[in-house]
């Protein structure tokens, strides 16, 4: 399936159980764990539990996604310029 086959639900990061998997609550109430995407991966950006994020959700199994996007309220960038 390709990412435009793709369910896509907005939802919250809740907890991080390791291994590159994390829990996400959807907007519906439902719980969800998902992986990173290939390109979140090779651009190295990180999510953390708070993160407001956009999971795909195959229509054949809706218990595990893959987080496509992630809006986040609390970002840190250690590279700022500070003035």
């Known amino acids: 399936m390709s990412k435009e086959d793709l369910a896509k639900f907005e939802g919250v990061i809740t907890a991080t159980p390791g291994g590159g998997h994390y829990t996400v609550t959807l907007q519906n109430g439902k ?15 990180r999510c953390i539990v708070g993160d407001e994020v956009t999971v795909g959700v195959s229509v054949y199994d809706l ?21």
């Open 63 to 83: 218990n595990h996604g893959i987080i496509l996007f992630r809006k986040s309220a609390n970002s840190f960038n250690p590279y700022a310029i500070k003035k």
């Open 31 to 45: 719980s969800i764990t998902a992986k990173l995407s290939g390109k979140m991966k090779q651009n190295k950006i």
